[in-house]
């Protein structure tokens, strides 16, 4: 049974026909009521059950009372008129003054980002620093399923990404931009981008290949389909990189790095942390062995198959892997001198990274576009060897060694690296024999960490949205009028023998003409009524009135051979909209 | 009068709440909170057009925003939010206007001054007539745009229109809307006259009106006709037509591309006057022109539709080979140029009032009339000259031409486009020496031609002029309504891992798979382009062997 007093959404109940409604704007829907839901609307908010009964009962009797009490809670059940969880909206009105951001993350608990204890996959963990660091700037509101408060200027909001588009109006007045996360199973992203009033969305990309070309292709319809004014964001230059074959525009693709937490990922007495691990393991070689160490899952992908033969190469050193379990790797007889160190809470990982003399990240799956431990290694000031591909060599600049890779340029079932585990094994002999080079590798790796801070972060997603929001506004409508027609057969051709004839069979069969008229009948070009063009710019204004100019981008490439001169094309296209709005 | 709004209002219920506006969908259960404009908009969807609604809130509201108002609330019509596609209802009767008003309203765009010198006089008087024989069937009104303290000064042009009602543009108004603006709602019907063949193509953008686009055969504009029509074929809308006054028109566009349904020939009415007998018009022509041998030898009247250059070259070889006949040109272009040819031609256009009044002199002493049947020789001419009872050979491609079927005969024609064609001097020259001597046939073509003249008179142009505007207002109300998908496509490009390589193709959204190209592109063109435009750009594909469009 439905239980009042209750917080209702904000309501307008009205009469039409004879009939009630409630028209519920939070949910942009409306609802038939029967007179008597509509009266207990009316108390709804200020009376228990038995009080509305006892008000109401002069004027109904008691079953159709109870009878809308039924009705009402399933409405409730739909999310219906009711607010689920907390009233907000005080709470909200009184911090009015700071933007909001809506943060669209289905699928993944909104609470999980704040139990820091339960992300073990470094992009989780990556979106749990940047979020607490945005709140300085922004109030973040989580489009969830109820109404909660869940830290300080952190909201948990009843939106329903299915509702986006009905209420994109209000999200547009309400929040200054959304934010969002790139998979590559998922689609329920692409209608939004059609829905013109939704504000700018930042499209975070943490795993922009690989996947057995899942990644690519979904990115690829991302970037078609998003509007002049959203964008992606990927950890590292590599991603634009990347795309840079497959688009032609990569200013979509926007460099936002990942930040460490370099107070708690920190040097500590070294000697120190290698007793404190060795006594958790119950292996004294650890204090007395030189030591290489792994963070990570324990797979293929994450280089866990090179790391046992990088063991099998130098049983002369100690090789450490923290991480969940040991895996499929469990079952196997490892090399005497690879050691299991365990998982260890977060607290726990400082001292785990600092009982490594070196880090060895071997990671070859299309999700390393950072490598957020490596930094977190970097920030204890251990050095690290990290393969040279993709984005991770740019984290560690001239900070640690970079070991020859072979790249793919397209994963292999869902890799796309093969680190070499000679030049690894040789990179670490050097980096254990030289202590000389290891200080100084050393200090430079805790100096470069410092510079990459989720404060950084959390600035640049704002500055993202200002620049995005800035795009839409100077965004031009597309109100050309452009018509197809035929060329006549070339006379002059024709007169002119075999050889001139078949040249004039080459000639262009149909051409575009804009108008001087566009759609609204306003002159919007002076001098002539109509200017012959190519078809195919003809046919790129067309398309640009219901596609993007990267969907035109894809349509070219289908239609004009030469990608220089399709490149040509579109940009004349965008110039001319741009010119004559 | 249509009300071209497609859609009409659901059931709903408007409210403000917040100090925002909003309408709630009774049968969709939506809510769509509406800024200013649209709010305005909505109230008078359902009962005005698009121009009223312009025409009603341009004072309060930017053009832009309104428009943009319109396009946000049909959009959402289009999902099915607050408005649904109007039913197309099935409509028996034709034109129903003479039911509310005898005479259908017809725009005629016409810029008198500006084009006095693109056509010869007699198309320019062919164009009057037929103004002023529709004007009795027809209310016709044209546009003009003046200035703030303009002393109207076409106004002066169109008092010999008689009934031309002339609607005053004001500039400012001007500045805000080109001219076809102001024919989308109040007409039945658009006549473009196609004057200088440019500045009409605009008024195809005002929808539903029926169009239709009376096309004049100029040799003056020959070189740059072929491009012009198709561009205006490519313009047409269904219920639009284009009218050309004579068959071979109609055989020419054919060829160029323009389909037998577009194009409808409706020749103009012709004159003639009483006549005064083939000897008294010879020694006419003979004394006005000062040449002796047109009283004695007989006349080959050559009505021309040639480009000047051939023309000149061809008549001159005419002439030569027959030093025997007296050569009666007309010919416009060559008339103005004053071009000397040999003795026994005479070169002739009427200018005006008076050179017109002596052209049914020299016609009546024609003995045979001689005329290529190419764009640039008009019919009604031809027509004419054959009036008193002369009949005509005619330099053609496809046989003696309809309108002066059995009265006469036919010279082959080797035409390859316009100013390029061949004809055998020989044949020619036989043809014309064989009609000129007396035979049962000639005489019969000579009754033949006799008759003609009461088949083509203005009366009957109109009509069917009028009777185009009924079928075309009649097509418009049974368009059916174009489909809109409802599954959005997104153009992207795709990697097949199998074989390495990246490819265009369409993912549509709702089913989530990817599709061909070439059927999402039909979709997005046909949004904004005729049917006939969406075959042009898969036709000039499907010439590239090396695109995907031409898979």
Redesign the interface.
């Known amino acids: 049974m439905i239980n009042f007093p209750k917080s209702l959404h904000q309501l307008h109940i009205f009469e039409e026909e004879g009939r009630l409604y409630a028209a519920d704007l939070d949910k942009a829907r409306i609802v038939e009521l029967s007179p008597v839901m509509a009266d207990i609307l009316k108390l709804a908010e200020t009376h228990a059950n038995d009080k509305i009964i006892q008000t109401l009962k002069s004027a109904y009797n008691e079953d159709d009372i109870f009878e809308a009490f039924e009705r009402l809670e399933v409405l409730e059940k739909e999310g219906l008129l009711f607010n689920r969880g907390e009233n907000l909206t005080e709470t909200l009105a009184l911090e009015s003054e700071r933007r909001k951001l809506l943060v669209a993350i289905p699928g993944i608990s909104v609470d999980s980002f704040f139990d820091i204890e339960t992300l073990y996959a470094g992009t989780n963990m990556a979106l749990s620093y940047m979020f607490q660091h945005l709140t300085k700037y922004v109030d973040l509101h989580f489009a969830g399923n109820q109404n909660r408060k869940l830290a300080d200027n952190v909201y948990e909001v009843d939106i329903s990404i299915d509702d986006f588009g009905r209420l994109s109006r209000r999200i547009n007045e309400t929040y200054f931009g959304i934010l969002t996360l790139h998979r590559d199973h998922e689609t329920w992203l692409l209608p939004l981008y059609q829905h013109k009033e939704l504000p700018p969305m930042l499209v975070q990309c943490h795993a922009p290949r690989g996947h057995g070309g899942n990644a690519l292709n979904s990115m690829l319809r991302h970037y078609a389909a998003m509007r002049d004014f959203d964008a992606f964001t990927a950890p590292s230059d590599y991603v634009r990189e990347f795309y840079s074959d497959y688009v032609w525009d990569t200013s979509f693709f926007k460099t936002l790095p990942n930040g460490v937490d370099s107070a708690l990922f920190c040097p500590m007495d070294k000697q120190e942390a290698k007793r404190e691990l060795a006594e958790y393991v119950g292996d004294a070689r650890i204090i007395t062995t030189p030591t290489v160490g792994y963070l990570s899952r324990v797979q293929s992908e994450k280089g866990a198959s090179v790391y046992l033969k990088l063991a099998e190469l130098n049983p002369h050193l100690l090789f450490l892997i923290a991480g969940p379990s040991l895996g499929r790797y469990g079952s196997r007889e490892l090399p005497d001198n690879l050691v299991y160190a365990g998982f260890h809470p977060r607290e726990k990982l400082p001292m785990v990274y600092n009982a490594f003399d070196v880090y060895c990240f071997l990671s070859m799956s299309g999700e390393e576009t950072f490598g957020l431990t490596v930094l977190e290694a970097m920030a204890c000031g251990v050095p690290p060897i990290v393969p040279n591909f993709d984005g991770v060599p740019s984290v560690v600049g001239d900070a640690g060694l970079i070991a020859d890779a072979e790249n793919f340029d397209q994963d292999i079932g869902t890799l796309v690296s093969y680190p070499c585990p000679i030049d690894f094994s040789e990179k670490i002999n050097l980096l254990l024999n030289d202590g000389e080079m290891r200080e100084n590798l050393s200090q430079k790796a805790r100096e470069r960490a410092l510079s990459f801070t989720w404060d950084k972060t959390a600035q640049r997603i704002i500055q993202f949205f200002e620049e995005l929001r800035q795009k839409r506004q100077l965004a031009s409508p597309n109100n050309l009028i452009n018509v197809f027609a035929p060329n006549p057969p070339d006379v002059a051709f024709a007169l002119k023998g075999n050889e001139l004839a078949n040249q004039a069979q080459d000639q262009p069969r149909c051409r575009s003409i804009i108008l001087s008229m566009n759609e609204h009948y306003e002159r919007c070009l002076m001098r002539d009524i109509m200017y012959s063009q190519k078809v195919e710019i003809g046919l790129v204004l067309s398309f640009l009135k219901n596609h993007t100019p990267r969907e035109a981008e894809a349509f070219l490439a289908a239609i004009v051979e030469d990608e220089a001169e399709a490149q040509v094309i579109l940009q004349r296209v965008q110039g001319l909209i741009h010119a004559t709005a | 009068m249509t009300t071209n709004t497609p859609y009409r209002l659901h059931?709903q219920?408007k409210?403000e709440?917040?100090g925002c506006k909003?309408v709630?969908?009774?049968e969709s259960?939506?809510?769509?909170?509406l800024n200013d404009v649209e709010w305005e908009i909505l109230q008078r969807y359902d009962t005005q057009s698009r121009y009223q609604i312009v025409e009603g809130l341009k004072e309060r509201h930017k053009?832009?925003s309104i428009?943009?108002g319109i396009k946000r609330l049909e959009q959402l019509g289009a999902r099915g939010k607050l408005l649904r596609p109007i039913e197309p209802i099935a409509h028996e009767v034709g034109f129903d206007l003479p039911e509310t008003n005898s005479n259908p309203k017809l725009l005629v765009p016409f810029h008198f001054t500006n084009e006095k010198g693109a056509f010869d006089y007699i198309t320019n008087l062919n164009r009057y007539q037929f103004l002023m024989h529709l004007g009795q069937f027809a209310a016709l009104e044209t546009f003009q745009f003046s200035e703030a303290g303009d002393s109207n000064p076409e106004q002066k042009e169109f008092e010999v229109f008689g009934d031309i009602r002339i609607r005053t543009i004001e500039s400012k108004e001007k500045h805000?809307?080109?001219a076809?603006?102001y024919a989308?709602e109040g007409y039945d019907g658009i006549l473009l006259l196609s004057q200088l063949l440019?500045?009409d193509?605009?008024y195809y953008?005002v929808p539903d009106v029926p169009i239709v686009h009376c096309i004049e055969g100029s040799q003056k504009l020959q070189s740059s006709l072929?491009?012009t029509f198709?561009?205006l074929?490519?313009?047409q809308k269904p219920n639009d037509t284009f009218v050309v006054k004579a068959s071979w028109m109609k055989e020419w566009l054919g060829e160029?591309?323009v389909p037998a349904k577009s194009v409808r020939v409706i020749p103009d009415g012709i004159n003639t006057v009483d006549p005064i007998g083939k000897a008294l018009a010879k020694q006419h022509t003979a004394a006005l022109f000062e040449k002796p041998m047109f009283a004695q030898q007989p006349i080959v009247g050559l009505i021309s539709g040639f480009e000047p250059n051939y023309g000149v070259k061809l008549i001159s070889a005419f002439a030569r080979a027959n030093p025997h006949l007296a050569i009666f040109v007309y010919d416009p272009v060559l008339a103005e140029h004053s071009v000397n040819l040999s003795n026994n031609v005479v070169i002739f256009s009427a200018d005006d009032e008076e050179t017109l009044s002596v052209l049914p002199i020299f016609f009546q002493a024609l003995d045979l009339v001689c005329f290529p049947a190419i764009p640039g020789t008009p019919l009604s001419l031809v027509l004419e000259a054959m009036a008193y009872g002369t009949p005509c050979v005619a330099m053609t491609k496809y046989g003696l031409p309809p309108e002066v079927e059995s009265a006469g005969a036919a010279v082959k024609l080797e035409w390859?486009?316009?100013g390029?064609f061949r004809v055998s001097m020989s044949e020619l020259s036989d043809a014309v020496n064989q009609w000129l001597k007396p035979s049962p046939t000639r005489a019969e073509c000579k009754n033949v031609a006799r008759d003609l003249a009461p088949k083509f008179t203005w009366e009957k142009t109109v009509q069917e002029v009028l009777q185009l505007f009924a079928d075309g207002y009649q097509q418009t109300t049974n368009a059916p309504i174009a489909e809109k998908t409802l599954l959005?496509s997104?153009?992207?490009?795709?990697?097949?891992?199998g074989t390495?390589t990246?490819?265009?193709?369409v993912?549509r959204?709702g089913t989530?798979r990817y599709e061909h190209?070439e059927t999402a592109?039909v979709e997005?063109?046909s949004?904004?382009?005729t049917p006939t435009?969406?075959e042009?750009?898969f036709?000039?594909?499907r010439?590239k062997s090396?695109?995907?469009?031409a898979k």
């Open positions: 059931r219920h409210f709440h917040g909003y709630a969908d009774l259960g939506d809510i769509v909170q053009v832009v428009f943009e805000t809307f080109a076809p603006w989308i440019t500045d193509p605009l953008r072929s491009k198709l561009t074929y490519a313009f160029l591309g390859r486009g316009l390029n959005p997104i153009f992207c490009r795709q990697y097949d891992p390495g990246t490819t265009s193709g993912y959204l989530n190209l592109l997005i063109l949004e904004h382009h435009e969406v042009f750009v036709k000039h594909f010439g090396s695109t995907p469009v």
